[in-house]
């Protein structure tokens, strides 16, 4: 394998695994904004 083919490979690879990992990220995060919904607290009718 000559240098120019193995720099693509790892190029491939790098940015596939970069890619992948950001997938995995964001879907984990739209998971926890289902589990633990954002809860707007009203000024006005704020129980002591």
Known sequence: ???LTFGISIIV???GGTL???WILSIFMVLLKRIFP???ENEGN???
Request: hydrophobic content about 35%.
């Open 1 to 3: 394998m000559d240098n």
């Open 13 to 15: 690879v790098g940015m």
């Open 20 to 22: 992948l990992t950001l």
């Open 38 to 40: 954002y809860k707007e």
């Open 46 to 48: 704020k129980e002591r």
